[in-house]
Nanobody
Framework: QVLLVESGGGLVQAGGSLRLSCAAS????????MGWFRQAPGKEREFVARITRGGSMTYYADSVKGRFTVSRDNAKSTMYLQMNNLKPEDTAVYYCAARSTVVPPAVWSQYDYRGQGTQVTVSS
């Protein structure tokens, strides 16, 4: 069992930055590839970013490419999402997820463990 807890969300003005964290407890964090997803009001949950177990490979949605950076610290059992140049359309609840696989999937339902989410609100 892996417990995932997101933190770092909040209210920020457009153009600002936030860093989200996803702290994991339970089984060996480095065994899991990880992903970030988000869900805006009235919309379906969507893929944001994902990272392989060792952190050597990262993948991004086109909408965040060049603005968001996913990283992980396996020694701290934590994944991060650095979000820069935030836009009002980035407003959503952000979730992290873990899957025991080499390549992290871009589909929420394919993950084994999921966090409860943290709210990010970007004002214009």
């Amino acid at each position: 069992q892996v417990l995932l807890v997101e933190s770092g969300g909040g209210l920020v003005q457009a153009g600002g930055s936030l860093r989200l964290s996803c702290a994991a407890s339970g089984r060996t964090f480095s065994s899991y590839s990880m992903g970030w997803f988000r869900q805006a009001p009235g919309k379906e949950r969507e893929f944001v970013a994902r990272i392989t177990r060792g952190g050597s490979m990262t993948y991004y949605a086109d909408s965040v490419k060049g603005r968001f950076t996913v990283s992980r610290d396996n020694a701290k059992s934590t994944m991060y999402l650095q979000m820069n140049n935030l836009k009002p359309e980035d407003t959503a609840v952000y979730y992290c997820a873990a899957r025991s696989t080499v390549v992290p999937p871009a589909v929420w339902s394919q993950y084994d463990y999921r966090g409860q989410g943290t709210q990010v609100t970007v004002s214009s």
